[in-house]
């Protein structure tokens, strides 16, 4: 078959779960003689948005559409006409058997219509929540707190503080450097991208806490969020033939958001159990200490404050009994890691630096315990399952995703999401539990897969998306 995959970013330009995720899908796919191919953003502030760069990375032929940011209609992050044209172009060239759509964000809901038009069969995977929530798909309020569901109202209030546009002196320069590159081919984006991210940092730094916008303001972005839930909702149950979901979950909140139920697939994410099998070898600690360990991104989001004020609780004897270490990028927020590094210096943790997979490994070989304090609805963070598959047990905010895997047959214990109190007694059960009833070496399984039989659900699905949109011709 021959396989269209659709997402905002691709690795090396994006190297989070999602991003991981697909480049794994495709390698699978050309292992198995599928052809594949791949519609992306990308941000390049030397070319003119909209502008398609073809390129070929790891076998797979990559077009990635230059998204800057530049827009000035809310509209256009949900809606963007200037991306029809060459895509549908792309679609008329490689004539996919099947669309796989994974992230719409940086694209326009108008490419599901663009593939209805020719009779291709859609797949969409449903990695967050973005459908409903403009703020990244994480269902988290600018003050913070958690929304449950998607109230346009409360959205009026959030996202005015969202940053879904460059300033228009970001907009003037941007476009400088493209004309000055498309007319002598020099390319001074590099110098400007490393500028502006030291600004951003210390923009982010000086950022004042959360303040609620003014009346109007919030009804214009209440009015957009009602049209953004329309249009996307529409163009999903019109186009979309399957909607895949990585956790269980997910289906009862995209129901009552008004998904239909008999369309949506349950497809649980592989995981490599031979390459962790053979690269994390558990060591235990020389003093019988209890190893509590984070891996994730350093933001607020994630929770790591959580987990250092839960660890300054605890009692001297709790203390010397254990130990703890985060690993995770530090670059996003600078100011909030600036914090949880005078956290960490004070409760006698350590705050190491970003790991590679082969870090990871030996992260996972280390440590007797792996926490997940997030403060947002993981859909089904990869880090659990690996650690899972290492033998580490879990303690884990009890979120979607993360309380639906320690259900699963995960040892170790859920908390109250954000509740130091409740975490710090959720560590204090786990000291010394680890090394004294160590956990049974855990085997591949229908909740658990490895990639391969992922990648089969995948193709299984697929064929049957092809037969309901030729039902629909």
């Given at each position: 078959?021959?396989?269209?995959?659709?997402?905002?970013?691709?690795?090396?330009?994006?190297?989070?779960?999602?991003?991981?995720?697909?480049?794994?899908?495709?390698?699978?796919?050309?292992?198995?003689?599928?052809?594949?191919?791949?519609?992306?953003?990308?941000?390049?502030?030397?070319?003119?948005?909209?502008?398609?760069?073809?390129?070929?990375?790891?076998?797979?032929?990559?077009?990635?559409?230059?998204?800057?940011?530049?827009?000035?209609?809310?509209?256009?992050?949900?809606?963007?006409?200037?991306?029809?044209?060459?895509?549908?172009?792309?679609?008329?060239?490689?004539?996919?058997?099947?669309?796989?759509?994974?992230?719409?964000?940086?694209?326009?809901?108008?490419?599901?219509?663009?593939?209805?038009?020719?009779?291709?069969?859609?797949?969409?995977?449903?990695?967050?929540?973005?459908?409903?929530?403009?703020?990244?798909?994480?269902?988290?309020?600018?003050?913070?707190?958690?929304?449950?569901?998607?109230?346009?109202?409360?959205?009026?209030?959030?996202?005015?503080?969202?940053?879904?546009?460059?300033?228009?002196?970001?907009?003037?320069?941007?476009?400088?450097?493209?004309?000055?590159?498309?007319?002598?081919?020099?390319?001074?984006?590099?110098?400007?991208?490393?500028?502006?991210?030291?600004?951003?940092?210390?923009?982010?730094?000086?950022?004042?806490?959360?303040?609620?916008?003014?009346?109007?303001?919030a009804a214009g972005f209440e009015s957009a969020v009602m049209e953004r839930n329309r249009a996307l909702l529409e163009a999903v149950s019109a186009h979309v033939d399957l909607v895949l979901l990585p956790s269980r979950f997910q289906a009862p909140w995209f129901e009552a958001?008004?998904?239909?139920?008999?369309?949506?697939?349950?497809?649980?994410?592989?995981?490599?159990?031979?390459?962790?099998?053979?690269?994390?070898?558990?060591?235990?600690?020389?003093?019988?200490?209890?190893?509590?360990?984070?891996?994730?991104?350093?933001?607020?989001?994630?929770?790591?404050?959580?987990?250092?004020?839960?660890?300054?609780?605890?009692?001297?004897?709790?203390?010397?009994?254990?130990?703890?270490?985060?690993?995770?990028?530090?670059?996003?927020?600078?100011?909030?890691?600036?914090?949880?590094?005078?956290?960490?210096?004070?409760?006698?943790?350590?705050?190491?630096?970003?790991?590679?997979?082969?870090?990871?490994?030996?992260?996972?070989?280390?440590?007797?315990?792996?926490?997940?304090?997030?403060?947002?609805?993981?859909?089904?963070?990869?880090?659990?399952?690996?650690?899972?598959?290492?033998?580490?047990?879990?303690?884990?905010?009890?979120?979607?995703?993360?309380?639906?895997?320690?259900?699963?047959?995960?040892?170790?214990?859920?908390?109250?999401?954000?509740?130091?109190?409740?975490?710090?007694?959720?560590?204090?059960?786990?000291?010394?539990?680890?090394?004294?009833?160590?956990?049974?070496?855990?085997?591949?399984?229908?909740?658990?897969?490895?990639?391969?039989?992922?990648?089969?659900?995948?193709?299984?699905?697929?064929?049957?998306?092809?037969?309901?949109?030729?039902?629909?011709?």
């Amino acid at each position: 078959m021959r396989l269209l995959f659709v997402t905002h970013r691709y690795p090396p330009d994006g190297t989070a779960g999602v991003e991981t995720y697909i480049a794994r899908l495709c390698a699978l796919a050309l292992q198995r003689g599928h052809e594949v191919c791949v519609w992306t953003a990308a941000k390049d502030v030397a070319r003119r948005e909209a502008t398609v760069v073809r390129s070929e990375r790891d076998g797979v032929p990559v077009h990635a559409v230059v998204e800057n940011l530049y827009g000035t209609d809310f509209r256009g992050t949900w809606d963007d006409a200037r991306k029809h044209g060459a895509f549908g172009e792309l679609l008329d060239a490689f004539r996919p058997d099947a669309v796989h759509v994974h992230h719409l964000m940086y694209q326009s809901v108008g490419l599901l219509e663009e593939c209805a038009r020719r009779g291709v069969a859609v797949l969409y995977t449903l990695h967050d929540f973005w459908l409903g929530c403009a703020r990244f798909g994480q269902l988290r309020h600018a003050d913070g707190s958690r929304c449950d569901r998607v109230d346009p109202a409360r959205c009026g209030t959030c996202l005015p503080s969202l940053d879904w546009r460059q300033p228009d002196a970001a907009r003037r320069v941007g476009k400088g450097l493209a004309l000055l590159r498309s007319a002598t081919g020099l390319d001074l984006s590099g110098p400007l991208a490393r500028r502006h991210r030291r600004g951003a940092s210390a923009a982010r730094a000086a950022a004042p806490a959360f303040a609620a916008p003014d009346a109007q303001l919030a009804a214009g972005f209440e009015s957009a969020v009602m049209e953004r839930n329309r249009a996307l909702l529409e163009a999903v149950s019109a186009h979309v033939d399957l909607v895949l979901l990585p956790s269980r979950f997910q289906a009862p909140w995209f129901e009552a958001h008004g998904l239909d139920a008999e369309r949506l697939r349950v497809v649980p994410t592989g995981l490599d159990w031979d390459a962790l099998g053979a690269g994390v070898e558990r060591v235990r600690d020389p003093d019988g200490r209890t190893r509590f360990l984070f891996l994730g991104t350093l933001v607020p989001h994630k929770g790591a404050h959580v987990l250092l004020d839960a660890f300054a609780t605890l009692d001297a004897a709790a203390r010397a009994r254990s130990s703890l270490t985060l690993h995770g990028p530090a670059d996003t927020d600078p100011a909030y890691v600036e914090g949880l590094r005078e956290q960490a210096a004070a409760v006698g943790a350590t705050l190491g630096p970003r790991l590679d997979r082969a870090g990871v490994a030996r992260a996972l070989g280390a440590a007797d315990v792996l926490v997940v304090p997030s403060l947002w609805l993981e859909v089904r963070p990869l880090v659990i399952v690996e650690a899972y598959a290492a033998g580490l047990r879990v303690v884990a905010s009890d979120l979607g995703g993360m309380a639906e895997l320690l259900g699963e047959g995960i040892g170790g214990r859920t908390f109250a999401a954000g509740d130091a109190a409740a975490l710090a007694d959720a560590l204090v059960a786990e000291v010394g539990l680890d090394a004294a009833e160590p956990e049974p070496a855990p085997a591949p399984s229908a909740a658990f897969p490895t990639w391969d039989a992922m990648f089969d659900s995948v193709i299984e699905a697929t064929e049957e998306a092809r037969a309901l949109r030729q039902d629909r011709a």
